[in-house]
């Protein structure tokens, strides 16, 4: 092999007698460069905002003891909403009929088709849905309806319990419906 002499002694050659210069190892301690990594994680991980989650803003009317201070809706403006069980949804405009006569089931495709029509046929400022969830009822119900809500830009909207008149005609349509 072929070798190449790198000593800086001007006219010296190898040979024996000769003392070799000692050569020092280039060594890198890179004990600060671990340190500076963990600093800068440390200061990126400090220094950033993590992601904000995401909720739907809600106002809610103040609570009241006496019945004619609550907020009135107009009959002709207002669409009551029921979840019931297995994502059945009822529903009925104005006043609930002691016969049932107005109370009409869907599902959460047709539902979104009644929430445009009644906004269509009602004053803005005179439409309000009422979202009323049955025990039977799922929470993933209630997060979809209001959803949709968010979707069709309904601006008045209200989640109440469900009377027991209610309850009677939704747990009749269910048991209907199995």
Do not use: C
Request: hydrophobic share 40%.
């Amino acid at each position: 092999m072929a070798e190449m002499d790198t000593s800086s002694g001007g006219g010296h050659k190898k040979g024996p007698g000769v003392k070799k210069g000692k050569k020092l190892s280039t060594r890198v301690d890179l004990t600060p460069m671990v340190d500076l990594g963990f600093l800068l994680i440390t200061f990126f991980i400090f220094t950033t905002t993590m992601s904000q989650p995401t909720a739907m803003k809600l106002f809610l009317p103040k609570d009241t003891d006496k019945p004619e201070e609550q907020n009135k809706a107009k009959e002709s403006g207002a669409l009551t909403i029921m979840l019931g069980a297995r994502d059945h949804v009822y529903y009925y405009e104005g006043i609930l009929d002691p016969a049932g006569a107005n109370f009409k089931s869907a599902n959460f495709k047709e539902i979104r088709n009644v929430i445009i029509n009644k906004k269509k046929a009602t004053d803005e400022k005179d439409f309000v849905v009422v979202i009323k969830p049955s025990e039977e009822s799922t929470y993933k119900n209630v997060i979809d309806i209001l959803d949709e809500m968010a979707i069709n830009v309904v601006k008045k909207y209200a989640l109440v319990d469900i009377s027991p008149a209610e309850a009677q005609f939704v747990k009749l349509s269910d048991q209907s419906n199995q």
